[in-house]
C-alpha cells in the first residue's frame, strides 16, 4: 500500500460586499474573501494539499490569478479538475479513487 499525505493552507484577506464562501457554504456576512476565484479558502487549501500529496505543484502553478479564465470561478470546478490531474495514469496517486471521482471512493481498505 502507497500512502501519500499533503498538507494545504490558503488565507485570502476580507473584503466590504462580497460574498463570503468557505467549503461550499454561503455565509450572511458584510465581508467576504478577496480572490480572482470565488476565494474559497476551505477548497483552495484542500487543492493544495491533494497537490502536495502528488507532488503536482501548488494552486498557483495550476490556476493562476492573471488568467481571465479562473476569474470567479467555483473553486469545486477547481477541485475537480485536480482530481482528474492527479487521477492520470502516470502521476503519484493514479491508483488513488477519491471521493469526487465519477467512480466514487475505493471500497478497498
Ligand atoms: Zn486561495
Not at 474559497?40 to 491533494?50: G, P, Q, R, S
Not at 479538475?81 to 465519477?102: C, D, F, H, L, Y
Amino acid at each position: 500500500m502507497n500512502t501519500r499525505v499533503g498538507i494545504g493552507y490558503d488565507s485570502h484577506r476580507f473584503a466590504a460586499g462580497r460574498p463570503l464562501r468557505i467549503a461550499r457554504r454561503d455565509g450572511a456576512h458584510t465581508h467576504g474573501l478577496v480572490g480572482h476565484s470565488d476565494g474559497d479558502v476551505a477548497l483552495h487549501a484542500l487543492i493544495d494539499a491533494l497537490l502536495g500529496a502528488t507532488a503536482l505543484g501548488d494552486i498557483g502553478q495550476h490556476f493562476p490569478d492573471d488568467d481571465p479564465q479562473w476569474r470567479g470561478v467555483d473553486s469545486a470546478r477547481l477541485v475537480k479538475k485536480i482530481v482528474e490531474t492527479s487521477s492520470r495514469p502516470g502521476t503519484a496517486s493514479a491508483r488513488w479513487t477519491s471521493p469526487w471521482s465519477p467512480s466514487g471512493p475505493s471500497s478497498r481498505h
